[in-house]
């Protein structure tokens, strides 16, 4: 078997030659400033929408909870690790988003990659949109449901697909960015909460990128003024909250 080293060093070496291989760089970041390689440079690039992470009374409050409850959890919250504080983080969350309960996982992208194989597995489909953010693909692709994307922010070419696929199918997911966020647009949310109706679906957002900006700071699903049937509210904390973390609010059964 080639050695590690070699495989790794042919695999950097394609990346490079498509211009394809990044690295990081070191940069430290004071509100909309940013500095690297000793340059002061205007971020347009940063998701701290808000400046929440650099904000006085965010920080006060990280410094004291560290103080007292120390910088981890310990275990797993099924162990020992469930601390008191995820549950009124995910009772606020709930309140914010007009739901009955949230659960809060580790970032977004794990959010989404547990999310949707819970939720949807072979014998199932999912219909995505097409520009969907990278941690949707992967949740979808890791629930082993069969998979059809429908043409970015196209209500019609989704409820194609639903017409042509959704036959035999146990259950069906439609899933979408509810920002998207390269280009900054907005999905059809309520469009696409009427197709979930009328083809026994459930809908998907990720609001990663309209939580704290969008429909009063509430999000996507609240963009019009009014709630949106959206029963899968996923989102981040490490966006406009400052944070870090991802979450996922929804109903929750009487017998729970």
Known sequence: MRSLD???GEKLKNLEQAQLRRAPAVTTRAGIWAERD??????FSCNDYLNLSQHPEVIAAALDATTRYGVGAGASRLVTGNHPLYGELESRLARLKGTDAACVFGSGYLANS????ALVGPGDLIVL?????ACIHSGAKLSGAAVEQYRHADVDHAASLLAKYRTGKTRALIATDGVF?????LAPLADLAALAQRFDAWLLADDAHGLGVIGGG????FANGKA????????TLSKAVGGYGGYLCAS???SI
């Open 181 to 185: 966020s390269m280009d900054g647009d």
């Open 228 to 235: 949106t049937d959206v029963p899968l509210q996923m989102g």
């Open 252 to 254: 929750q059964p009487s």
């Open 38 to 43: 000793g340059r002061r440079l205007l971020s």
């Open 129 to 133: 949109d097409e520009l969907s953010h």
């Open 218 to 221: 509430r999000g996507s699903s």
């Open 6 to 8: 070699d495989f790794a």
């Open 114 to 117: 547990g999310i949707i194989p």
